[in-house]
């Protein structure tokens, strides 16, 4: 598998609701430092996780999300309640879920899954759309941001389109690269697809 590409279809941050995600968790980074966050730049909802693909499936894939994304709406989103997955030791994933929009979220990822014909876990945007924070994150950390209260109307944005983005793995965490950009329904278009040839790019 080590020509495959690792995929995953989401919803990135804009850069605007990212920073002020960034500064809505700053007290939070602080009392935790032990844990690894993320940086504001990757910040996305995860709409579906695909795993190592090979590049020549790459242009089917496209196809299928296109098929979805032009039946779907734009959609206003809003971050709520902080949370997470508790793991065995200090290994959990911290997160803050959807409020407003998680329905429409919801249905536009099983959407997906239907077209791509795969399944995420229980923990997906089909079943919990959420902005991952933090890894390597402690039951405590994870408590902390449940307790934190909600984040609000303050971190907002309208989803107009989908990314099918690839996931370069590193020493320093993940590099995300956009493969195809496909606008929602009655969105303006969005740049076009790149890497649509099966050549690699980046590293």
Do not use: K, N
């Amino acid at each position: 598998m080590s020509d495959s590409w690792r995929l995953f279809i989401g919803l990135p941050l804009p850069p605007a609701p990212a920073a002020r995600c960034e500064e809505w968790l700053a007290p939070h980074r602080a009392a935790h430092p032990e844990a690894r966050w993320l940086p504001a730049e990757v910040l996305h909802v995860t709409l579906v996780f695909l795993g190592p693909v090979p590049p020549a499936r790459v242009r089917l894939l496209c196809e299928a999300i296109g098929r979805v994304a032009t039946r779907a709406s734009p959609i206003h989103v809003e971050l709520g309640q902080g949370g997470g997955r508790a793991r065995r030791g200090d290994d959990g994933v911290a997160w803050l879920e959807v409020g407003r929009g998680a329905t429409e979220i919801t249905r536009l990822a099983r959407s997906l899954e239907a077209a791509v014909g795969w399944r995420s876990g229980p923990h997906s945007a089909g079943e919990l759309p959420h902005v991952t924070v933090a890894r390597r994150a402690s039951s405590r950390l994870i408590a902390d941001l449940a307790g934190a209260g909600g984040a609000g109307a303050s971190i907002g944005w309208r989803v107009d389109s989908v990314v099918l983005q690839r996931s370069h793995l590193g020493g320093a965490g993940a590099r995300y690269e956009p493969v195809h950009v496909v606008p929602l329904g009655g969105s303006v278009a969005s740049p076009g697809p790149t890497l649509l040839d099966g050549s690699a790019s980046g590293s």
